[in-house]
Structure formats: structure tokens, C-alpha cells
């Protein structure tokens, strides 16, 4: 019913930078919240940072001041522009929304597959 495709990754040296978009589609009635997710080898899965539809922003300690999430809600699309990049910042990241496909039902947390960032000399 919902899609989300991921775009923007890649390698980057250190001090680089890296912008992220994540488009959603499909049977869409509102978005609340958009956000990404990191997961680096060996470790779990972290929140990185949020945005609700009136465009409060929520970040991870690790990334506030590197960081900066926006959203097009005319195109249902999240973005992430991550500057000042850290090789502790590789990850597959991926984006969720929580959606409500009508306007009576409930919200539903759907993901995209993820985009690889490497930073790495």
C-alpha cells in the first residue's frame, strides 16, 4: 500500500558531506512522522532524527549541529542533509513514516531498504 525508496548514498571522505531523500507512495491520506534510522555492522539499529508534519525535528545527540532533516510534504518526501561526516557515521540508514492510508483508519509504521553511507578516506 506504502512505499518508501531511499536515495543519496554512497561513499564520502571524512569532512564531506551527503544529502539523503526518501520519497513515500501509494495509498497515502497523511503522514504524522518522517524519519531516518542508522545501523552500523555488529550494532542495533538507532534513531538519527525525525520531523512531524508541522515540522518539529527531533535529533540524535551524535549528529545535532552535523545533521538537518526537512520534508516536502507536498511530495511526501524526507530529507537528510548530513554534513561534517564522521567514519563513525557509516551505516545503512533508512527512512519510516508513520501513515494513515484513510482518513478513518489507523496510522501504520511502514520502511524503506535502506541506502549505504560509507565515509572512509
Known amino acids: 500500500q506504502v512505499q518508501l525508496v531511499e536515495s543519496g548514498g554512497g561513499l564520502v571522505q571524512p569532512g564531506g558531506s551527503l544529502r539523503l531523500s526518501c520519497a513515500a507512495s501509494?495509498?497515502?491520506?497523511?503522514?504524522?512522522?518522517m524519519g531516518w534510522y542508522r545501523q552500523a555492522p555488529g550494532k542495533q539499529r538507532e534513531p538519527v532524527a525525525s520531523i512531524f508534519s508541522g515540522g518539529s525535528t527531533n535529533y540524535a545527540d551524535s549528529v545535532k549541529g552535523r545533521f538537518i532533516i526537512s520534508r516536502d510534504n507536498a511530495k511526501n518526501t524526507v530529507y537528510l542533509q548530513m554534513n561534517s561526516l564522521k567514519p563513525e557515521d557509516t551505516a545503512v540508514y533508512s527512512c519510516?513514516?508513520?501513515?494513515?492510508?484513510?482518513?478513518?483508519?489507523?496510522?501504520?509504521?511502514?520502511w524503506g531498504q535502506g541506502t549505504q553511507v560509507t565515509v572512509s578516506s
Open positions: 519510516n513514516a508513520v501513515v494513515r492510508t484513510t482518513s478513518w483508519g489507523p496510522y501504520g509504521v511502514y
Open positions: 501509494g495509498t497515502i491520506n497523511s503522514i504524522n512522522v
